[in-house]
């Protein structure tokens, strides 16, 4: 009898390890197929996605050619007007430079005119300054406003000379004055 339970100990261990595998085995195929359809989902997923992706890329594709497009005709048009413009200003600029020239020569005979007018009224001027100044030299011009208490700056500017000028003409005459007692 020992050996009757013996086999039955034997045969329902083997029996009950065969049960885990079956179990085992069934849950390992139950979460493959779980895992599988997942998978298969996800998958799914990922591929509506990428064809969401590719229609709107295409559909942004097709706006930026349109984009491009509408951008060349303004610069074409952008480039005409301006062409355009160019001519209008070399037509304006070669009139206006034409007045401005025919202005230009008028003012230039106008101020040749008053300049004219001018120096020969100077002219007339430091004739009779001449006239009355010859009487009188330089030399006892400067000795004049030098004894009236002028000093060489004053004499110069008065003169239309330079200082160095008045110093040496009443340096000269302090010599002579000084040699001739």
Same mark, same amino acid.
């Given at each position: 009898m ?16 065969? /049960? ?5 085995l069934?849950?390992i195929?139950?979460g493959r ?8 989902k ?15 890329s ?18 074409k048009q952008a ?14 600029m070669?009139?206006f430079?034409?007045v401005?020239?025919?202005? /230009?020569?008028s003012?230039?005979? +106008? ?6 007018? +001018? ?16 009487d ?10 030098y ?9 110069a500017k ?20 000084d040699?001739?007692?």
């Amino acid at each position: 009898m020992f050996d009757l339970v013996y086999w039955l100990v034997v045969l329902s261990t083997v029996v009950t390890l065969a /049960f885990a595998w079956g179990v085992f085995l069934n849950q390992i195929l139950r979460g493959r197929t779980e895992r599988d359809e997942e998978y298969e989902k996800l998958e799914e997923r990922i591929l509506e996605l990428m064809g969401q992706f590719r229609h709107m890329s295409a559909l942004r594709l097709r706006m930026l050619d349109k984009k491009i497009e509408e951008m060349k005709a303004l610069i074409k048009q952008a480039n005409s007007l301006y062409s355009q413009l160019c001519v209008r200003e070399a037509e304006l600029m070669g009139s206006f430079s034409k007045v401005e020239t025919e202005r /230009f020569e008028s003012d230039v005979k +106008e101020r040749d005119a008053q300049k004219v007018m +001018e120096e020969d009224a100077i002219e007339t001027e430091n004739s009779k300054n001449e006239l009355q100044d010859s009487d009188l030299s330089i030399e006892r011009k400067i000795l004049l406003m030098y004894q009236e208490g002028k000093d060489e700056q004053q004499i110069a500017k008065e003169l239309n000379m330079g200082v160095g000028e008045v110093s040496l003409v009443l340096s000269l005459f302090r010599f002579r004055s000084d040699s001739h007692p």
